[in-house]
């Protein structure tokens, strides 16, 4: 008889991740956990049972841009998949977004809603992004928008009505570039009848087909830079259903998230409203870029879960050798390290979305806040990375399956690249940590979060692991003090290593501290083995540091004069 491969498959999203439910039953309170367990676990079936199969069902049917209509008029029209339109009833229907705003639960509403977040993700073809760029946009109109705006849109934006609810774009990237957005070209106008007109072009636009967008433009007059900049509110059609003086050039053919619909538009007398003043768009974009970078980071958490499920299933029935993978000390050590890449990026995430949402209800503390804004874009630049390292090597655990676009798994890979790109590459945001750590001495604040973190563990491995994470904490910002007085070119230079090795630091005193309470509570020593595993790779990553000119002739090719 013929040999067929059993395909791997996935089981309960919620239910097999034992790391996210422990984390949950140590940092939120038991009633509140009472109530949002079933709504985790009624997402967790939906991610591993119909949404995965729509999107597996629908995986050539990418977006299509109809420029005309069969009379020639200029319609500009994008289609999607049916698969999409479901991803946003039900992302709609769950409040994957607008649990966040009900705010049942205080502070614990954003954990709730960024748990569904992260199982919903990875079964979405990427309409997450939309999701991400909604929620940015909702709480930027509830701290700016005018009442008027607030009444309009923030209530279609957290709505869990699909036939009400709205999406957001961000549309910030042109063609002078993404990450220096002061160099935007698009231009506002004030006209006749007093209504703000956008004229310029963006070059990179995800979710085109939402109602609204939030947009960076130049009021004429205004100086250069982000401080010339004003943030503008616009909806994408005007009442009669025409677009609002915008013109689609094309989708972009892209490396992954291929089912996003994103396109390069021309601004034309677009109306728009300004959010805040005429001045400092980039200063105002600051809560939806956190929101933003916050969703990234689960996305590249929630890639890594999945691929670990696909992998560690896939081994219990792929037989090689005479034995089936997970037998295999080898393929073990492989899942193993993924397992640990996962527990430390997730328990990294999870508590910048718990400081995060106390900080949106009043409850974090001045160290808490100065922590937080340099433990976002920390955690951002660290788990995109981490994301495409392990997604490669998901694809490896299945051979010359994991090559085969059929099977689903090459979009794990393709998917998680954009994770260390979209809202700030990982160059960017490393110096945008030494910019946050900068402000109001938060370099202190990092290291007594780790510090907190930690806790007074009594098991001697753990104690050790956790005077680790801080020695090698408390060394990195040494460093980049010390660089910060002595040499600007060398902490540039180094920027990349020290915000890893904070991360890694930080990934190390979160791993202890939920190992300690698993190791008292639950009588579970997994957690520890976690830790230790993590640790034994190493932390520091600032070593090696050498001479500028030489990394220069490295980087360009000619050698120093």
Known sequence: MSFFQEPPRLTNAFEEDRALRSWLR??????????????????????????????????????????????????????????????????????????????????????????????????????????????????????????????????RLVSRDPEVAWTSGQWMTERTGGSDVGLSETVARRAADGTWRLFGTKWFTSAVTSEMALTLARPEGNGPGGKGLALFYLEVRRPDGALNGITVHRLKDKLGTRHLPTAELTLDGTVAVPLAGTRDGVRHM??????????????????????????????????????????????????????TDHEICLNLVLHEVLVLGKSEVGEASGDELAALRALQPITKLFTGKVAVASASEVLECFGGAGYVEDTGLPALLRDAQVLSIWEGTTNVLSLETLRALAAEDGWEALLQLARRAIGTPSDDRLVRLGALAV????????????????????????????????????????????????????GNVRPLLVAERFASRGIDTLGGLGDQSVARWLATGHSPE
């Open 471 to 522: 020695d090698t904490a408390t060394r990195a910002v040494a460093w980049a003090r010390e660089a910060a007085g002595s040499s600007r070119p060398l902490l540039e230079a180094g920027a990349r290593r020290f915000a890893i090795t904070l991360a890694r630091s930080l990934g190390l005193a979160l791993a202890v501290g939920q190992a300690d309470w698993s190791l008292r509570v639950e």
């Open 26 to 155: 140590r940092h939120v309170p038991e009633g509140v956990l009472a109530e949002i367990e079933p709504h985790l676990a009624h997402m967790g079936e939906l991610a591993a049972g119909r949404l995965h199969d729509l999107g597996r069902a629908s995986r050539l049917d990418e977006p299509r841009h109809v420029p005309f209509d069969a009379w020639g008029r200029r319609i500009d029209r994008v289609e999607v998949n049916a698969a999409w339109k479901e991803y946003a009833r039900v992302a709609a229907e769950e409040g994957v977004v607008g649990v966040a705003y009900e705010r049942r639960h205080g502070c614990y509403s954003r954990v709730h809603q960024m748990c569904l977040a992260y199982l919903f993700a990875p079964s979405s073809q990427t309409y997450s992004c939309p999701l991400a760029m909604t929620d940015g946009a909702a709480r930027t109109l509830q701290l700016l928008g005018s009442s008027e705006l607030r009444e309009r849109a923030l209530q």
């Open 286 to 339: 600051a809560s939806m870029l956190n929101l933003t970078r916050t969703w990234n980071a689960i996305s590249s958490v929630a890639g890594m879960q999945r691929g670990l499920a696909l992998a560690r299933d896939y081994a219990s029935r792929r037989v090689a050798f005479g034995a089936p993978l997970d037998q295999k000390p080898l393929h073990l050590e492989t899942l193993a390290d993924l397992a």
